[in-house]
């Protein structure tokens, strides 16, 4: 029986891409048991948070659309993770390109026990299995913005934008933008391709209850998905996941103020919105601003997105969950906040950075919120040109068509693909009859003339 070592060096990763025998070396041994243990318990419990998102927006559904809105949650986390495989931020090679006996940088077979990039303590399988969850999310809050108005079709936005600002040779990396978590890749390219057509009626959410037990659980996985951004445990993991809940808190109660402000009444749904605000606002900052600035942040952002929410129909945008208001808004004042906020001594302690961060302006380096600036519109800028160009493209093709019927849009997605809803008349109104194949419309016959009254 062959003898095993442990891994004391890691070879060149062209030479070998498994990082050696596994058959005789122990890899585990190399790696810190703290750092693995942090980032699989955040990585199992991240896995909530796109089903969360599911029921958030079930909940502000009309009752005969809510059901979809769920489903829809689990085919994305089920089928797009497999699909997208790992995104080009684990991309390796000479000047970053993908290895030539394993071309594919997409595919799980490039990434093993080789130490990840963005932590050497722990493997890239692991970071891998992480930052699936940044993938399903994006795609969760895209479908939010499409529910009642669209088909589901994939958008490969994100993968580009992660590369240019996470991998050590993206552009915006070199440039010195921060992101901690994901503002563009995930907020800003998720929605800034809505449809600007105002087409339907927006309701009011027809389950306040199940909307706040989506925003619990996003509001927990939030907190484990920033933490473990941080890819080791450190102080500054401790920070961020203080930063996160602080700026939830911060976002909840400034919207409801506002809005009491305006209606003389609280509401669940609002309080709700300020929350995931909070949580969008600090989402690029977590890991860069000061704990006592973290519910500023959040407020500030509610605040932006509350105005936008109220007065989005001078933008003419059909957004009908307020997904552009929240994530696209939100994420803007987000990267612009961090550039404002962003403190040196924030990202320090955890054991990596040290002073190579300048900070923002609360280090009097000015230029920093001039390059978040610049981050935050290239985000949204490829964004809006790669989604009209495949929507373009998809939209010729027969049978794939963006816009779902009129009929289909005013009857529900849920009457059209679910079988196992439960039709009721008044759902659907007299203009539907009631039927084993679902609701359809009813033929309305043209009223008889005077003569062939007279006639009969």
């Given at each position: 029986m062959a003898e095993i070592t442990p891994v004391t060096e890691w070879p060149d990763w062209h030479d070998n891409l498994d990082g050696g025998d596994p058959l005789t070396q122990n890899f585990t041994a190399a790696y810190d048991k703290g750092d693995l243990c942090w980032m699989l318990v955040c990585t199992i419990l991240c896995w909530q948070i796109t089903p969360a998102i599911g029921f958030l927006y079930a909940g502000m559904h009309r009752r005969k659309a809510a059901d979809h809105g769920a489903v829809v949650a689990v085919l994305l986390v089920r089928l797009r993770q497999p699909v997208l495989g790992v995104r080009l931020l684990a991309v390796r090679g000479p000047h970053h390109q993908p290895h030539p006996r394993r071309p594919v940088a997409g595919r799980l077979k490039n990434v093993l026990t080789q130490p990840s990039q963005a932590n050497a303590d722990i493997p890239d399988i692991l970071y891998a299995a992480f930052g699936f969850i940044f993938v399903s999310?994006?795609?969760?809050?895209?479908?939010?913005?499409?529910?009642?108005?669209?088909?589901?079709?994939?958008?490969?936005?994100?993968?580009?934008?992660?590369?240019w600002e996470w991998n050590p040779s993206g552009w915006l990396y070199k440039l010195g933008v921060y992101d901690f978590v994901g503002s563009g890749p995930v907020h800003i390219a998720s929605d800034t391709a809505t449809d600007r057509r105002l087409r339907l009626a927006h309701y009011k959410p027809h389950s306040p209850l199940l909307l706040c037990i989506g925003t619990c659980f996003i509001w927990f996985g939030w907190i484990v998905l920033n933490g473990g951004s941080s890819a080791n445990l450190t102080i500054r993991s401790f920070y961020v996941v203080v930063n996160t809940n602080l700026a939830a808190c911060g976002g909840g109660i400034g919207w409801i103020l506002l809005d009491y402000a305006y209606k003389r009444k609280f509401s669940l749904v609002d309080f709700c919105s300020g929350i995931i605000a909070g949580l969008v606002g600090i989402t690029p900052a977590a890991g860069y601003v000061p704990v006592f600035v973290a519910a500023r942040v959040g407020l500030i952002t509610a605040t932006r997105c509350y105005f936008t929410v109220r007065y989005k129909y001078l933008l003419s945008v059909d957004d009908g969950l307020d997904n552009f208001a929240i994530h696209g808004v939100g994420g803007l004042v987000g990267d612009i906040l961090t550039g404002l906020f962003a403190a040196q001594f924030v990202p320090a302690p955890d054991g990596v950075s040290g002073a190579s961060y300048a900070g923002g302006c609360w280090n009097h380096h000015w230029k920093q919120l001039d390059l978040q600036l610049a981050g935050a519109t290239t985000c949204a800028t490829w964004s809006v040109f790669v989604s009209c160009l495949l929507n373009f493209v998809i939209n010729k093709i027969p049978g794939l068509h963006l816009r779902a019927s009129e009929e289909n849009e005013v009857c529900s997605f849920d009457a059209k693909y679910l079988d196992d809803i439960d039709y009721e008349e008044s759902y659907f109104g007299n203009d539907y009859m009631i039927s084993e194949s679902g609701p359809t419309p009813r033929t309305r016959t043209a009223p008889a003339s005077e003569e062939e009254t007279k006639k009969e």
């Open positions: 999310a994006m795609a969760m809050i895209l479908a939010g913005a499409m529910l009642e108005r669209g088909r589901l079709w994939a958008i490969y936005v994100s993968n580009i934008l992660a590369y």
